[in-house]
């Protein structure tokens, strides 16, 4: 183990811990590839593809399932960022080793500082994409309107925060139970192709379709977040609080699994997978 001298301040540990986490999100995003770069365009190529296929799809079967008036690429992204978003972080906290990461062998390194890195990494590479991607879709294509901008990204920030509280759940269970909990996780991420409500919005569902959507927290966080983007759409059926407290429910269900475990856990686990 390396030693390292710890700051006797509060204000220095701070800045200690916000330095480590800035440097573990720059290798975070280094890891996906070599150049930072072509790492954040490989995710704009991803989201441009879902777009594209998403788009083609409803063509063909010729009827929109959207019943919003407005650019109907603009309602097309507006759940694809945010499905990559809650995507992806449930992906990269659910990655984060507890007890067998080489990383945590460093003395200045910690379970949080991990965690913090793991997600605003994602976070990150997100924001630019969104960026770059609405940025150039104004320039050549015509200008975007979001009726509220400030809500449309809170309603971002709640995908990416939901993300990372299913993520952090399975990132206490995969010491546990290392190959359900990988099958656990890819069964949730099939799942939202699907109940995240991408392509449809709560208002134009029925009973019945809508007690099968209601349970998952990014459906509401998507269908509010129409309501943000767009002038002539008030989702009567969905509730953002309601994603926010089940994120802080699954945060401290996670944080105190993750805890748990970390009293257990030991290197001679890696040896059952």
Same mark, same amino acid.
């Given at each position: 183990?390396?030693?390292?001298?710890?700051?006797?301040?509060?204000?220095? $540990?701070?800045?200690?811990?916000?330095?480590?986490?800035?440097?573990?999100?720059?290798?975070?995003?280094?890891?996906?590839?070599?150049?930072?770069?072509?790492?954040?365009?490989m995710n704009i190529i991803?989201?441009?593809?879902?777009? !594209?296929?998403?788009?083609?799809?409803?063509?063909?079967?010729?009827?929109?399932?959207?019943?919003?008036?407005?650019?109907?690429?603009?309602?097309?992204?507006?759940?694809?960022?945010?499905?990559? /978003?809650?995507?992806?972080?449930? %992906?990269?906290?659910?990655?984060?080793?507890?007890?067998?990461?080489?990383?945590?062998?460093? &003395?200045? @390194?910690?379970? @949080?500082? =991990?965690?913090?890195?793991?997600?605003? *990494?994602?976070?990150? /590479?997100?924001?630019? &994409?969104?960026?770059?991607?609405?940025?150039?879709? &104004?320039?050549?294509?015509?200008?975007?309107?979001?009726? #509220?901008? *400030?809500?449309?990204?809170? =309603?971002?920030?709640?995908?990416?925060?939901?993300? +990372?509280?299913?993520?952090?759940?399975?990132?206490?269970?995969?010491?546990?139970?290392?190959?359900?909990?990988?099958?656990?996780?890819?069964?949730?991420?099939?799942?939202?192709?699907?109940?995240?409500?991408?392509?449809?919005?709560?208002?134009?569902?029925?009973?019945?379709?809508?007690?099968?959507?209601?349970?998952?927290?990014?459906?509401? !966080?998507? #269908?509010? +977040?129409?309501?943000?983007?767009?002038?002539?759409?008030?989702?009567?059926? /969905?509730?953002?609080?309601?994603?926010?407290?089940? $994120?802080?429910?699954? @945060?401290?269900?996670?944080?105190?699994?993750?805890f748990f475990t970390r009293?257990?856990? %030991?290197?001679?686990?890696?040896?059952?997978?």
């Amino acid at each position: 183990m390396f030693y390292y001298k710890r700051n006797q301040s509060l204000l220095g $540990g701070a800045f200690t811990t916000a330095e480590l986490v800035f440097h573990a999100v720059v290798r975070n995003v280094r890891s996906q590839h070599s150049n930072a770069v072509i790492a954040i365009v490989m995710n704009i190529i991803q989201v441009l593809a879902l777009v !594209v296929v998403f788009y083609l799809i409803m063509s063909l079967v010729g009827t929109r399932v959207a019943k919003i008036r407005g650019e109907y690429v603009l309602y097309l992204l507006s759940g694809v960022f945010l499905f990559l /978003t809650h995507i992806k972080a449930v %992906s990269s906290v659910a990655g984060v080793g507890i007890g067998n990461n080489p990383m945590m062998l460093h &003395s200045p @390194m910690n379970i @949080m500082v =991990m965690l913090l890195a793991a997600a605003f *990494g994602s976070f990150y /590479t997100q924001i630019v &994409s969104l960026i770059v991607i609405l940025f150039l879709y &104004s320039v050549t294509i015509s200008p975007i309107e979001i009726q #509220d901008p *400030g809500g449309a990204f809170a =309603m971002l920030v709640l995908a990416w925060f939901t993300g +990372c509280t299913v993520g952090l759940i399975f990132m206490a269970l995969k010491p546990w139970i290392p190959q359900t909990s990988e099958i656990l996780n890819n069964v949730y991420r099939r799942m939202n192709m699907i109940f995240s409500g991408k392509m449809v919005v709560a208002n134009a569902l029925g009973g019945a379709w809508l007690a099968a959507f209601s349970w998952n927290p990014l459906f509401h !966080v998507i #269908d509010q +977040c129409r309501g943000f983007v767009f002038r002539n759409y008030f989702p009567r059926n /969905t509730s953002w609080e309601y994603a926010l407290w089940v $994120g802080l429910a699954l @945060m401290m269900i996670g944080l105190l699994g993750v805890f748990f475990t970390r009293k257990h856990v %030991s290197q001679s686990w890696s040896a059952r997978r």
